[in-house]
C-alpha cells in the first residue's frame, strides 16, 4: 500500500542526470556529414494556402505528424506537452481541465495562452485556473497534421493573451474518399492511499471523407471513456476535541509538512466524452472557404468517494469527530458526497481567403461557442452516510458563450516590392457568463429551482498592424502596433449590479532579423503587450461549502514588457535553435486566498483575484533536433529550459515578495529517442523531467510526494509503432513506466499501457 511520503526538497536545481545529455547532445547535432540547402528542400512541408504575410517576430516551434507518432497520442494535449517551456497539467486521460501554461505563465493563467485550430479559438476565456483549460477534446488526435507554437506578444495580430504564447494546430482534409477507424485501450493499476484498484478507459475514432472536385469534406465522431484515479485526498489535522475510537486512517503530511491523517479520496474519476464533427473546406484558385460544426456531450461523475476510517464495530465512518492511535481528528461530511456533470457545447466557425487585388489577399473568420447544458449535481453527503438527509445543489451555467470575428488584408509585396509585407486587421470578441445555484433533492432527483448567483459581460475590439522590411540581404525589419478597446458590462452578483468598465491600451511591436550566415539566423523582438480581466474574474461568484470565491469588478489590466533574443539553426535535417527571453509584467492578475473562522468557528477559506504589483521572468531555451544520428536509423529530439518566474512587489501579501510564482518550475527538459528500425516499424523512448515549485505565494509549501503538493517528477515513456500498409497500423505504448509517484497538487496518473490500432479504406 503506498502511503504519504516526506521528502525534502531540492528547490534550486533538481538533481537529474537528463541535463547532463545537453553538452553531449550539442556536439553530436553537428556531427556527420554537412547537409545543403538544396538537400533541406527535399524535406516535408505543410502547405499553406493563405498568400498572407508569415509572422517572423516571434520564435517558431514546428511539430510535424511524424514526430506526433512517436509518442503515446491519446488526447490533443500531448501533441505540445514535451515542447520547450510549456507545461499542459493533464491529469488523467480524458481531463477536462488540461491547463496550458507557457514561459513565465504558469499553468493557472490560463488566459495568457491562445489555442486555435485552422483558425477556429480553442482556448476558454470565460474562466481561468483549472476550469480554463482550452477546449482540446473538439479536435481528435487523428485530423492533427501539425501543430505551430509561437513564443510570446511580439506579433500585433494577437492580443496580450499572447503573454505566454500561442498554438496553431493545422488539421488535414483527405483528397479523396477516405474511411478511417481507430481505437485505443489503456489501463494503469493504481496504488496510492488506501485504494489499490486496476484503472482502464477507450477511445474510438471514426470518420468519413470525401473530395468532390474543389470541396473537400470530413465527418467524424469520437468517444472516449475513462476512469482516472481519485484527484483529491482529504486528511485532518490533530484536533482537541476527543472522539469515538476509530482505526484505517494513514499517517502522512500535508504540502507543508504538518503532521495529518489521511482518511479517504474523492473516488474515481469516470468521464465520457462523446464528439461530433463536420468539416468543410471548398477550394478557390487563389484562397479557400472553410467551415466547422462540433458538438461535444461531455459527463463527468464522481460516486465512487471511498472513507478509509472505521468505528470500533468495522462500520465505515464518513464524518465527526474520531480518535486513532491516541490522537484525535475531525471528517467532515461533505468529503465524501457524490457529484454528477452533464455539459454539451456547440462550436461554429466559418472562414474565408481570397484574394482581392494584385498581391493583396483578405481572410476573415468568425467564430461562436455556446453552451447549451452544462449542470452539475451534487450531494450534500455521501449517500451511505446514516447522518445524509437526502439534499444536495445543483449549479449552472446559462447564457453563456461567446462570438468572434478576426478580419485581416495583408500583402507579401507592399509597393509591389518584394522586400516589403504588411498585415492590417480588426478583432472582436464579446464573452458572456451567468452562474445559477439552487437546493437539489439527490436522492429524490429533483430540483427545488435555480437562482442567477453572478455573471456578466466582457467586449473587446481591436485594430492592428505589422509592417516587414527586408531592408539588406542579411537585415530585416518588423514593426507592429495594436490598439484595443475593452468593456466590461453588465455584471451582476445578485440584485447588486456592477458599473460598466471601458478602457483602452495601445501595444507597440518591434523586431530586428539578422542572418548570420547561410543557414544561421538570429532575432531579437520587443513588445508591450496587456492582457485584459476576463469575465471569471470580474464577475463570477461562487460559494462551495468551506470555499468561498468572490469576484473583484475592479481589476487592473495586465500590462507586460517582453523581450526575446532567438538564434537559430536550420539545414532541413538538424536544427538547433536558442531563445533568451526576459519580461515584466506589472499588475499580475492572480488568485489569492486567505482561511479565516466563519460564524461556527469553523475554517473558511476566501479567494478572489488581485492583482500582483510587479513579476519578472528571466529565462532560456535551447531545442536540438537530428536526424540520422550516427546511422540512419536513429533520429534525435532534445529541449531544456531554465527559467526563474519572481514577484518583484506584492503589497496584497508582502511575504510573497522575492519568492518563486506559483506552479512554475525552474527547469523543465525533454528528450525523444526514435529508432527506425524499418520502413514499417519504429521504436521511440521519451524522457520528460521537471523540477518542482509551490502552490503557495509565499512559496510556504515545501513537501514533496504528498497530495497538495507540486513535485518534480522524470517521467520515462516508450512507443512501439507498425505501419503494416498504407492502410493498417498497430502501436503499443507505455507512459510512466517506473511507476513515479508525483503531484500537480492532484496526482498524477500511476504506470499507463497503451494498445493503439487504425485503418483506413
Known amino acids: 500500500m503506498a502511503q504519504p511520503t516526506s521528502i525534502a526538497p531540492a528547490r534550486l536545481l533538481a538533481t537529474t542526470p537528463l541535463p547532463l545529455l545537453f553538452p553531449l547532445l550539442l556536439p553530436l547535432l553537428f556531427a556527420g556529414k554537412n547537409v545543403s540547402a538544396a ?83 480553442l482556448h476558454y476565456h470565460l474562466q481561468t485556473r483549472y476550469s480554463g483549460a482550452p477546449r482540446w477534446s473538439v479536435v481528435a488526435p487523428a485530423e492533427i497534421q501539425q501543430v505551430d507554437i509561437l513564443y510570446g506578444p511580439f506579433a500585433a495580430e ?39 484498484q486496476q484503472l482502464s478507459g477507450q477511445r474510438l475514432y471514426t470518420s468519413w471523407g470525401e473530395r468532390f472536385g474543389n470541396l473537400q469534406l470530413l465527418a467524424g465522431f469520437q468517444r472516449l471513456q475513462n476512469d482516472g484515479q481519485p484527484q483529491s485526498f482529504y486528511y485532518s489535522a490533530e484536533k482537541p476535541t476527543a472522539g469515538s475510537a476509530a482505526s484505517g486512517g494513514i499517517q502522512g503530511r500535508d504540502s507543508k509538512g504538518n503532521p495529518v491523517l489521511y482518511y479517504g479520496d474523492a473516488g474515481i474519476a469516470d468521464t465520457l466524452t462523446d464528439l461530433y464533427k463536420i468539416r468543410a473546406r471548398y477550394n478557390l484558385p487563389d484562397g479557400e472557404v472553410r467551415a466547422s460544426l462540433v458538438y461535444e456531450q461531455r459527463q463527468n461523475n464522481n460516486t465512487d468517494a471511498r472513507s478509509l476510517i472505521r468505528d470500533a464495530g468495522g462500520n465505515t465512518v464518513y464524518s465527526g469527530n474520531i480518535s486513532q492511535d491516541g490522537h484525535n481528528y475531525s471528517l467532515s461530511g461533505s468529503s465524501f458526497r457524490h457529484s454528477r456533470q452533464d455539459r454539451h457545447s456547440l462550436l461554429s466557425a466559418l472562414g474565408v481567403t481570397l484574394p482581392i487585388a494584385g498581391s493583396w489577399y483578405w481572410q476573415a473568420d468568425i467564430s461562436q461557442f455556446d453552451i447549451l447544458k452544462d449542470e452539475q449535481i451534487r450531494s450534500a453527503r455521501n449517500p451511505a452516510d446514516p447522518a445524509w438527509d437526502g439534499s444536495g445543489d445543483i449549479q449552472n451555467f446559462r447564457d453563456t458563450g461567446w462570438q468572434t470575428a478576426d478580419i485581416k488584408s495583408g500583402t507579401q509585396r507592399l509597393f509591389g516590392r518584394r522586400d516589403m509585407n504588411l498585415l492590417l486587421g480588426y478583432h472582436y470578441g464579446d464573452y458572456q457568463l451567468e452562474l445559477e445555484k439552487g437546493a437539489y433533492d439527490y436522492a429524490a432527483g429533483q430540483s427545488a429551482g435555480q437562482t442567477p448567483l453572478s455573471g456578466g459581460e466582457t467586449r473587446i475590439q481591436a485594430m492592428f498592424a505589422d509592417y516587414g522590411w527586408q531592408f539588406t540581404n542579411t537585415l530585416d525589419l518588423t514593426l507592429g502596433l495594436r490598439h484595443e478597446r475593452w468593456q466590461g458590462l453588465n455584471g451582476f452578483k445578485g440584485n447588486d449590479v456592477n458599473p ?132 540512419p536509423q536513429l533520429d534525435v529530439r532534445f529541449n531544456a529550459t531554465a527559467l526563474r518566474s519572481r514577484i518583484d512587489k506584492n503589497d496584497g501579501v508582502a511575504d510573497s515578495e522575492g519568492k518563486d510564482m506559483p506552479r512554475i518550475p525552474r527547469w523543465s527538459q525533454n528528450l525523444t529517442l526514435t529508432w527506425h528500425q524499418s520502413t514499417a516499424l519504429d521504436f521511440s523512448t521519451s524522457v520528460r523531467h521537471i523540477s518542482d515549485s509551490y502552490n503557495e505565494l509565499d512559496n510556504s509549501d515545501h513537501e514533496q510526494r504528498v497530495f497538495g503538493a507540486i513535485d518534480a517528477y522524470t517521467f520515462i515513456d516508450a512507443k512501439m509503432r ?17 511507476d513515479r509517484v508525483a503531484y500537480v497538487h492532484h496526482p498524477y496518473p500511476s504506470r499507463t499501457l497503451y494498445l493503439e490500432g487504425g485503418y483506413r479504406f
Request: without cysteine; aromatic residues 8%.
Open 39 to 121: 538537400d533541406a528542400e527535399l524535406e516535408p512541408q505543410v502547405s499553406r494556402a493563405s498568400g498572407m504575410p508569415q509572422n517572423v517576430s516571434t520564435p517558431l516551434r514546428e511539430i510535424t505528424r511524424e514526430q506526433l507518432q512517436s509518442i503515446n497520442f491519446i488526447n490533443t494535449e500531448d501533441a505540445v506537452r514535451d515542447q520547450p517551456g510549456i507545461i499542459v497539467r493533464k491529469r488523467y486521460i480524458g481531463d477536462p481541465n488540461a491547463t496550458l501554461g507557457m514561459r513565465g505563465s504558469n499553468m493557472f493563467q490560463t488566459t495568457r495562452s491562445l489555442v486555435f485550430a485552422d483558425g477556429m479559438p
Open 158 to 196: 494577437y492580443s496580450g493573451n499572447a503573454m505566454g504564447g500561442v498554438v496553431n494546430i493545422q488539421t488535414r482534409l483527405p483528397d479523396e474518399r477516405e474511411i478511417s477507424i481507430e481505437g485505443s485501450s489503456f489501463v494503469q493499476d493504481y496504488d496510492r492511499i488506501g485504494r489499490k
Open 500 to 631: 460598466d468598465r471601458n478602457e483602452s491600451a495601445v501595444s507597440p511591436k518591434f523586431s530586428l532579423g539578422w542572418q548570420l550566415a547561410p543557414l544561421w539566423h538570429s532575432r531579437y523582438s520587443l513588445a508591450r503587450a496587456v492582457r485584459f480581466p476576463i469575465v471569471e474574474e470580474l464577475y463570477e461568484n461562487a460559494s462551495n461549502d468551506d470555499v468561498q470565491q468572490i469576484a473583484n469588478a475592479s481589476l487592473k489590466p495586465e500590462t507586460g514588457i517582453h523581450h526575446n533574443l532567438n538564434i537559430q539553426f536550420d539545414d532541413g535535417r538538424q536544427s538547433l535553435q536558442i531563445n533568451l527571453f526576459y519580461e515584466k509584467i506589472r499588475d499580475t492578475i492572480f488568485n489569492q486566498s486567505g482561511i479565516y473562522a466563519d460564524a461556527f468557528g469553523n475554517p473558511l477559506t476566501i479567494s478572489s483575484f488581485l492583482n500582483i504589483d510587479r513579476v519578472s521572468t528571466r529565462g532560456a531555451d535551447i531545442s536540438l533536433q537530428r536526424r540520422a544520428l550516427f546511422m
Open 722 to 738: 507498425y505501419q503494416f500498409n498504407r492502410h493498417a497500423q498497430l502501436s503499443v505504448g507505455a507512459d510512466n513506466i517506473t
